[in-house]
């Protein structure tokens, strides 16, 4: 616990990327802030591949409210890139190649639309692909998509809010938090507020615990492809995404149940087929990861202060797309907290009282 300080604006309980993105933007505002994170719980944010990707899924969607949160992502994480010096954003397209002329068809035809268009490459050289990926009826191009190194990102916020003795690396007891309406005391410390961004352990927060969280179990490979000489994201039915090593990252399994942080034979089993059906080079499989992804019943991100008590606030449910939803949002939640400024309807706390009172 820092000596010297003993007021803070707030207690941000939690630093994943949700954590670290709202303590990065409420410090950046002056605002003095003390994180409090454990090292021995897990965090999905450690494991999470980073992808932004404005059209997902077999069906080609666009991703909810991508015009607005592309832009605003990119330029949150070009300036933390540019203010710690490191390279964290990965701009790369991702190549999907077509199943079928069906396929084909269909996103050729849904593509011509405009808004989806804009999203995707004009003329992609489908020759670049064809010594390691099955292209027959060539593929499609997304744009304006990449990954972000999210680890690297929370290593740099930690060693910034170390440095200025506001991080805290525990594992928080809620019983030790006393809350009034004035503010809440911690340890020895007192903050107008405390959000809460735990991610899926927010289902053990007594507080926060009527939520309809929804989490969502994701494993991930990475494989080792010798002279592999692809630099995009490759995407059909599971992503590789190349590093300069020839290690490659692919996944990802998504399971609402087994909900624990193990790694399985079927999830391998799984990765492995998906990607059998498209890359024509031989792998060695060198690791696997799981975790679990912090969803909700809606599929919509939680933002919000406590029905009853107004110090309490949380910043959750980030699900699959941590990665373009925390800059925006994150910035929606101080906007709320400093200029007691409207919460989009869709991600309000709000929506979810009658479940806190039972009505
Ligand atoms: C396999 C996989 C692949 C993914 N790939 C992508 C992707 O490509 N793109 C994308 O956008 N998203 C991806 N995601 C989703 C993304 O990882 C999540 O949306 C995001 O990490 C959620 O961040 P969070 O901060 O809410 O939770 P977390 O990252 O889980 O962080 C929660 C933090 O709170 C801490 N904590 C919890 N309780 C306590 C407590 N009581 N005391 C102290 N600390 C506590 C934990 O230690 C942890 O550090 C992926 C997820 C998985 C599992």
Not at 9 to 38: C, E, P, T
Request: proline share 5%.
């Amino acid at each position: 616990m820092p000596q010297q300080a003993t007021e803070f604006d707030y207690l941000i309980v939690g630093q994943g990327i949700a954590g670290s993105v709202l303590a990065w933007m409420l410090d950046q505002r002056g605002k003095k802030v003390l994180i409090v994170n454990s090292a021995t719980l897990p965090s999905a944010s450690k494991i999470s591949a980073g992808i932004f990707n404005p059209l997902t899924g077999k069906k080609l969607v666009k991703t909810w409210l991508a015009d607005e949160l592309f832009p605003f992502a990119h330029h949150f994480y070009e300036n933390v890139q540019q203010k710690f010096r490191t390279k964290l954003v990965h701009d790369k397209n991702i190549y999907r190649p077509f199943r079928s002329v069906q396929e084909q068809n269909q996103y050729l035809s849904q593509t011509a639309d405009e808004t989806i268009g804009k999203y995707t490459a004009a003329a992609p050289d489908h020759r670049k692909y064809t010594n390691w990926v099955h292209n027959p009826f060539g593929g499609l191009e997304v744009t304006r998509s990449g990954w972000i190194d999210v680890p690297e990102m929370l290593k740099k916020m930690k060693t910034y809010f170390i440095e200025k003795s506001q991080y805290v690396e525990t594992e928080f007891d809620y019983n030790s938090l006393s809350v009034s309406d004035l503010g809440v005391e911690w340890s020895g410390s007192k903050f107008r507020k405390v959000i809460f961004c735990e991610g899926v352990q927010a289902r053990e927060n007594p507080f926060f615990d009527w939520l309809p969280y929804n989490p969502v179990k994701g494993q991930i490979l990475t494989v080792q492809i010798d002279g592999y000489g692809i630099e995009e994201i490759v995407n059909q039915g599971v992503w590789v995404i190349p590093s300069a090593s020839g290690l490659c990252r692919i996944g990802a399994t998504y399971s609402w149940h087994d909900l624990d942080w193990q790694t399985t034979a079927d999830g391998r089993a799984y990765v492995e087929s998906k990607l059998a059906m498209f890359l024509k080079a031989p792998y060695q499989v060198v690791g696997q990861e799981a975790g679990l992804r912090p969803a909700t019943k809606d599929r919509r991100p939680i933002l919000g202060l406590h029905p009853a008590h107004r110090t309490l606030g949380i910043f959750n449910g980030l699900g699959t797309k941590g990665v373009t939803l925390a800059p925006y949002f994150a910035a929606q939640m101080v906007a709320c907290l400093e200029e007691g400024k409207e919460l989009s309807p869709e991600v309000n706390i709000e929506n979810h009282f009658s479940l806190y009172f039972g009505t």
